[in-house]
Structures are given as structure tokens and as C-alpha cells.
């Protein structure tokens, strides 16, 4: 146990000096936040109630989605899955540090979001910071276990760019988190019920956190998980 926490510490600090992570966990949520944070709020005044759920909606999508794949293709689609092999290393531990490692860095982006939206555009604080927390501990859950499956999967890094942005825009623009979802056509409403990111943003929002809202993204992380689990198996027998 001591050396799985090891790993995923040291997971950790290399994430922190990748540019990659950097860039879609970190800065462009950070810079997508600060700007559109503004012009949100002024366009929309009554969006102050709901931008934190919604800048953390993006950029918990953007981390899991965008960020998280590449490394996994990185490490399973190159000699590192051969290294851990050679020495006895489960396959599983660079699956579980990694996912780890992009859940912690996944938090401290929302705690800055939560910190600074009330301070800058007098965003209005959850009610229940227990239950938002716990809601958002499931999505970015389920979001990571789809990057997961992504990362498994797809071994081309120019075709999980396009896969993981196929997913990525349409759960920005569907969910809700820029504009009520009820100005769009009907079709577009059924469709954004798909992506898991229109079900976190009611599961974060006040008296959002029910079964209705919790059941989909519950149902999506058992069944991404399940498939991670054959991926690993495939990958041992190659």
C-alpha cells in the first residue's frame, strides 16, 4: 500500500511538470473562467447562481476529456507497458495513479474556481458545500473513468485528439452550463441527456443532489470501469 501511494504521489509532482496537464486542467479553465466568467455574468446576471457549477462543469470536461487520455495512450501504447511487465508491475498501477493523480489536480482547480468566483463576479456559494462536494467528487469521477476508456482505446494521438474533442465541445455546448438549456430544440435537449456533463451540473446546482440527477452518472462509471478492466486484460495478453 505504501508503495501504490509512493507511486501516485510521484505520479503527482510529474504531472505538475507536464505542459500538457498543465494547460487543460490548469490554464485554459483558469483563462475560460476569467473570461467568460465577465461577460456571463453581465449578459446574464442571474448566472451569478450557477457559474461556479458551470466554470467547473468545463473544466473538469476539459481535464478529464482532454487532458487524461494522452498520458494513458503515452504510457500504454509505448515500451513503459512493456517496463512494468519486465518487472512484475500490475498494469492496473499506472492506470490508478494517473486517474489519481488527474482527480487531485481536477480539485484544486474547482477550490480555486470555488475560492475566487465569489471574490471576482460575486458568484453565489453552493448552499451545502458537503453535498457539492460529494456531487462533484462523482462527476469528475465518471469524467475520468470515460478518459479512461478513451486512453485504453484510441492508440493514435492525432484520432484521440479528435475522439476526446468529439466528446469534449458537444457536453460544453449541451449541458446547459452556457445557456438554459430550454432555448434548444428538443432534439439537442435529448441529446445533451447523453453526456454526463449536463447530469453533474444538476447533481452540483442547490437541491440538485438526488437520485434522479446521481443515477446516470453512477451508471456510466460502472460501465467505464467494467471496460477498463477488459482493456487491461487485452493489454496483458499482447
Known sequence: MNAFWYSVILQWKLDI???????????????????MG?????VMPQMKETLIQSMIVMGISMGAFIGLPPSLTETYGSDIKKAYQANGVPLYLGLATMFLS??????????????????????????????????LAVYTVCSLSI????????????????????????SIILSGIMFPIDLLPNFFQTAGQFFPAS?????????????????YLLLVFVTAAAGCGILLKKQKSR
Open 17 to 35: 511538470r507536464s505542459k500538457s496537464l498543465l494547460v487543460t486542467c490548469y490554464l485554459v479553465p483558469l483563462a475560460f473562467f476569467l473570461l
Open 38 to 42: 465577465g461577460v456571463f455574468t453581465s
Open 102 to 135: 488527474a482527480f487531485l489536480h481536477l480539485m484544486m482547480l474547482c477550490i480555486i474556481i470555488l475560492v475566487l468566483a465569489p471574490i471576482i463576479f460575486q458568484a453565489v456559494l453552493p448552499a451545502n458545500l458537503c453535498l457539492f462536494f460529494v456531487g
Open 147 to 170: 478518459g479512461c476508456v478513451l486512453g485504453l482505446t484510441v492508440k493514435s494521438q492525432s484520432k484521440l485528439t479528435m475522439i476526446a474533442q468529439l466528446i469534449f465541445l458537444p
Open 199 to 215: 447530469w453533474g451540473y444538476q447533481l452540483m446546482q442547490d437541491q440538485g443532489f438526488r437520485l434522479e440527477n446521481l443515477w
